[in-house]
């Protein structure tokens, strides 16, 4: 999960604070405010309907990035490839586990 800092309009304080905004994959999964604690949590289940909905685009946005690789670098792009089968459902299953939990 990546965490950022921001100043926001707090929904409980009334004013501008520090907040921080976490990220799990690519989505905001809760916002916090740093002076109250006050927590915005997106549900499990948006979040996971977001992530499944964008799964087959950046299937095949990946497509077109190893075809761009394959055809510019072939031999580097070939020695690659097996790094890339064994760890991309690994990174896939992080992903998921952090938009579940």
Avoid: W
Avoid at 68 to 92: C, D, N, Q, T, V
């Amino acid at each position: 999960m990546i965490a950022c800092q921001t100043e926001l309009t707090c929904l409980r304080c009334g004013a501008v604070t520090g907040h921080t905004i976490v990220y799990a994959s690519l989505y905001i999964k809760y916002i916090v405010c740093n002076q109250c604690s006050f927590k915005i949590e997106k549900p499990v289940t948006i979040l996971m309907k977001q992530y499944i909905q964008d799964l087959p685009k950046r299937a095949f946005a990946l497509t077109l990035r190893l075809k761009g690789e394959a055809m510019s670098h072939p031999i580097l792009f070939a020695l690659s490839l097996p790094k890339r089968m064994l760890y991309k459902p690994i990174e896939l299953t992080r992903e998921f586990s952090e938009v579940c939990l």
